[in-house]
T-cell receptor, first 116, second 115 residues
Framework: AQKITQTQPGMFVQEKEAVTLDCTYD???????LFWYKQPSSGEMIFLIY??????QNATEGRYSLNFQKARKSANLVISASQLGDSAMYFC?????????????FGTGTRLQVTL | DVKVTQSSRYLVKRTGEKVFLECVQD?????MFWYRQDPGLGLRLIYF???????EKGDIPEGYSVSREKKERFSLILESASTNQTSMYLC??????????????FGEGSWLTVV
């Protein structure tokens, strides 16, 4: 069965520093996708970045990069130059196909707090 | 921009009441999902639908049912609300049925309290 594990319930980082949020996954399917979402206190889910299982290069989107290590089954999110507005809950997720459709399964999340 | 709209942001219901949570998407997406979010548990899939009148159970379907009579609308039904269903409910949609690279778009969430 597909599973996402986020082992850091909470993280602190100083403003302007980089931070890595950990994510490991488990699947036997060769084809899958990995996502990171940000959830501010308002509750909306904001898409940050995507990595496909066959992508050779690590995905980057502005200050966000995904450190994809396929053999280790890890998909860590790196946020460079943290800002106060980065304080939020961050979820790692994996998409996979069932017999009928594609689904998304989530980790338990990491709450990031950016301090001055 | 894709918009996923959940009809109610905050609801308070009594134990035993029938509760409807409505979700509408405006981009002709095939897949629609209902998730439940609880602290420390992340998002858990309740039900999903890949076509009109088609539905499949997710990881925690007990106590819930769904309806998809039109492509753009996906409803979550709590037949007899219980206090352990107090939670935040998130609706989501994605473009095509089998695509694993499609961005999943979420609604703003519905905070349900059952008293």
């Amino acid at each position: 069965a597909q599973k996402i594990t986020q082992t850091q319930p909470g993280m602190f980082v100083q403003e302007k520093e980089a931070v890595t949020l950990d994510c490991t996954y488990d699947t036997s399917d060769p084809s899958y996708g990995l996502f990171w979402y940000k959830q501010p206190s308002s509750g909306e889910m904001i898409f940050l970045i995507y990595q496909g299982s066959y992508d050779q290069q690590n995905a980057t989107e502005g200050r966000y990069s995904l450190n994809f290590q396929k053999a280790r089954k890890s998909a860590n999110l790196v946020i460079s130059a943290s800002q106060l507005g980065d304080s939020a809950m961050y979820f790692c997720a994996m998409s996979f196909r069932t017999g009928t459709a594609s689904k998304l399964t989530f980790g338990t999340g990491t709450r990031l707090q950016v301090t001055l | 921009d894709v918009k996923v709209t959940q009809s109610s942001r905050y609801l308070v219901k009594r134990t035993g009441e029938k509760v409807f949570l409505e979700c509408v998407q405006d981009m002709d997406h095939e897949n629609m999902f209902w998730y439940r979010q609880d602290p420390g548990l992340g998002l858990r899939l309740i039900y999903f639908s890949y076509d009109v009148k088609m539905k499949e159970k997710g990881d925690i379907p007990e106590g819930y049912s769904v309806s998809r009579e039109k492509k753009e609308r996906f409803s979550l039904i709590l037949e007899s609300a219980s206090t352990n269903q107090t939670s935040m409910y998130l609706c989501a949609s994605s473009f095509d049925r089998m695509g694993i690279g499609n961005t999943i778009y979420f609604g703003e969430g519905s905070w349900l309290t059952v008293v």
